[in-house]
DNA sequence: ATTTAAATGTGTAAATAATACACATTATTA
DNA sequence: TAATAATGTGTATTATTTACACATTTAAAT
């Protein structure tokens, strides 16, 4: 396992002050966001975790998360915590799911929005190592602090119903891949094996692959053709399905 | 339109009272809860609203939403305001998405999660009537107060979608009840007319009905079977389905 | 009593989508 | 040159979805 580089204390212990003072006090609620922040890698799905702040999760993995600021929207708090922890950009977040039960944080009461996203880790590079960020194998999540297990296999589900419904994996992809990538893609996701033959049959039917008649270089096996995403037609599509975007 | 019976006036101002010193803090974020309830009413689809109570929406219709408590489960909240703006209580409210744009709220900053249900209208009484609290069709819904028209919005597509996911609705007909009744709710959800042969096909195979032998009286044609549901095994098959329950 | 209106009840063919399954081919490596 | 490890391809089967029309039953109207 790889350890972070140094990490920059300060901000980490301002963070914990203003927590401090928002969240004891008794007669209001703090709201907090976490992100969760899936990485699909060769052919393993990850998800970003830290070292938890609190004493009483010493050593547990925790989400990304942090306090929203009084007068900023609610996703650009998203956007801005991600940032802060990660160094993330032009990352899309979707909102999940409101975690609010009453005794969920043990510094007081938090209520926290959960978001969450999927890239390609080799795509991204993090920033910011501040309590050991890193990305863990979700195969080998568990017992997060707080809720966040809770909250992490409620983003999960949603990712694996969302990679159903539409075709997500056009970003996380190379510009050119190979159907063997692509299919290495969604059986990350929803780990399971699927049939090559009737996966390539389905790709090829819903029309989003223009062949670039290339070939893969430098496999250790016979190569695949490459292919590119027809991103115009998949955006055309898009509007006619019914459900949000993503 | 019905007027509604004599209203208690002292609650709301204390709620408002409430929200005047939570909100206008400006150092921290307050927290609210909004509940969408569906009502299934003969073949219409209806959603319950009440007057807004701000000078600034005046005589516009808005959902049914109070603060949450500092010390209350988010979940909790949800079902004491329902039942203290409705007096309904046994109603299964599920969460949907939470509204957190910085200036949706003209009194101050307060968060929104909302939350949605659908019942029989015929069930449950309304036992509280302040704020001119009524039933509405919903394909006059239109221009609530704050953010509630979209607030709304997102609920009626998460309803559609989930009513196609599983078959819902055991609980919004009476026990005993035709094939035409349960098109009528599928309809009424969806907004769609569908093949009555198809729609009846769909169900016997599902097998989640109960011939009782018996048909329709004082109906003004030739009166339908009866059914009943066959609970037992909707849940033996429910636990088959990933996904969230409802 | 007869007719009319308005619904129920029923089956089949066609199209589409999902699944199961095996062998020749190509490039790399040993 | 042989062995390895992938790619590329097609068809039959099954299941699901869709489209579609007519006889039947009851109540209401004449």
Redesign the interface.
């Known amino acids: 396992m790889i350890t972070g580089e140094k990490t920059t204390p300060a901000k980490n212990i301002k963070t914990l002050q203003v927590i401090q003072s ?1 969240v004891e ?7 907090s966001v976490d992100c969760v922040i899936f990485g699909f890698d060769e052919a393993k799905l990850e998800v970003l975790l830290i070292r938890s702040d609190l004493k009483k999760y010493a050593g547990k993995w925790s989400l990304l998360g942090d306090l ?1 600021f ?6 650009a ?1 998203a956007y801005r915590i991600l940032k802060q922890r990660t160094g993330l950009s032009d990352v899309y977040l979707e ?1 999940v ?6 005794n969920r944080h043990p510094a007081g ?1 938090v ?1 926290t ?1 959960a978001y969450c996203s999927l890239i390609n880790v080799q795509h991204h590079k993090l920033n910011i190592l501040d309590n050991e960020l890193h990305w863990h194998d979700i195969k080998k999540v568990t017992d997060l602090a707080f809720d966040h297990q809770q909250i992490f296999d409620t983003c999960l ?1 949603q990712l ?2 969302r990679v159903q419904e539409h075709p997500l994996g056009f970003n996380l992809l190379p510009k050119k891949f190979s159907l063997r990538d692509l299919q290495n893609l969604y059986e990350a996701i929803l780990d399971i094996k699927m049939d090559r033959r009737n996966f390539r049959k389905k790709f090829f039917t819903m029309d989003f692959l223009i062949d670039l008649n290339e070939m893969e270089q430098d496999v250790p096996h016979r190569p695949g053709k490459l292919y590119k995403f027809n991103f115009e037609k998949y955006e055309k599509q898009k509007k006619k399905w ?3 975007d993503f």
């Open positions: 928002e006090n008794k007669n209001h609620i703090a709201l929203v009084p007068s900023e929207d609610l996703d708090a909102q799911s409101t975690f609010g039960t009453a009461r209520v929005v589900k694996q119903k019914i459900g949000i």
